[in-house]
């Protein structure tokens, strides 16, 4: 971040005590406790909603979440003499959860429970996004893929990574566009699980709901991050955060089982929901994001990285259809 954007920060109601170069950000200690200061790639009526949100789950008090801090003038966000936004938020100078500690990974489960609790906005409110599809998110991933196919095939020299995740295409691709017939199946009956008729209200997902964005500080647990909130079903939330975790276990069911029976403890999903996570879980996701980041990479030089998540996810295909089988076996 460039270090003009420091003197953006004159234009809050706030006294710089000292400050740091986080991630792409700036870290401030003020007289109002510790801010984050860093760029805002949104619209501006994105940004109002954001903040609604942020107020909302403020006032239930159930959750500790960040929250936007506007300028003198009430702007949510500032910019610079080249037109870049800026955003300043609350923040803490906590840690993130520990992916290893099963008791901290049941804890943030049962916290993203009460979330959701938190996070709902009337369904009439302005500016309201359209409610996520699946159904077209997954087709479009299988566009792509069947795209990176075919240029994996037509390609002549080929690198040993590109040979490995060519000969894992047909597999995976199959996996995919089963998944996502079978999903159609379902969509009709499931219509909008993030919107309640009864209340008239709608759910929003945090978006990105995963461990760098869930910080332990002293006073407990610390949510942050949410500029991808989008109304979905919550089981989004839970899906990226129960993949994110599996991956790292090799898809253990105890732990799965673990998590899920956590989040219910706090919220019960219904028939429908497991549904949804079921084939959330189902779709090769994690296949579509290499070949997607392979195809959309220099080709000059291939990390090696790339061909250890390759061997990684093929080696991992077995316990993660067993996981599926086992506890999604009455769904």
Known sequence: MNDRAVELLEQYEIEVLRTRKG?????????????????YAGSSERIVLQNRLLQEIADRKTVQ??????????????????????????????RECNIYDRGECSQ????????????????????LPAPFSPEKEYEKHNRELKRVKKFLKQ?????????????SFDYF???????????????????????????????????DYQYHNILKNGNGWFLVNFEKCLPDNPVRDLY????KLLEKSNWSVALGTELITAY???????????????????????FWKIANF?????????????QEKLDKLIAQEKEKQNFLDEVFRKV
């Open 23 to 39: 991630r792409g950000a700036i870290l401030c200690e003020t007289d109002q406790g510790f801010l984050i200061f860093k760029e």
């Open 65 to 94: 979440a960040e929250q936007i801090i506007p300028a003198r003038d009430g702007a949510l966000s500032v910019r610079d003499a080249d037109g870049t936004a800026y955003v300043l938020k609350t923040w803490s100078d906590g």
């Open 108 to 127: 943030t489960v049962r916290l993203l429970a009460k979330l959701h609790q938190s996070m709902e906005l009337p369904d009439d409110t302005p500016g």
């Open 155 to 167: 390609k002549g020299q080929k690198t040993w990574f590109e040979i490995s995740l060519l000969n």
């Open 173 to 207: 691709l199959d996996q995919a566009q089963q998944m996502t017939e079978e999903w159609k199946e379902y969509s009709h009956s499931l219509n909008d699980l993030s919107r309640n008729a009864r209340t008239g209200k709608i759910t929003f997902c945090h978006g």
């Open 240 to 243: 990226l955060l129960l993949r």
């Open 264 to 286: 219910e403890a706090e919220t019960p999903l219904s028939a429908a929901a497991r549904i949804d996570l079921y084939y959330r879980l189902a779709y090769p996701e994690k």
């Open 294 to 306: 392979y195809y959309n990479s220099g080709k000059a030089w291939i990390p090696g990285r790339n």
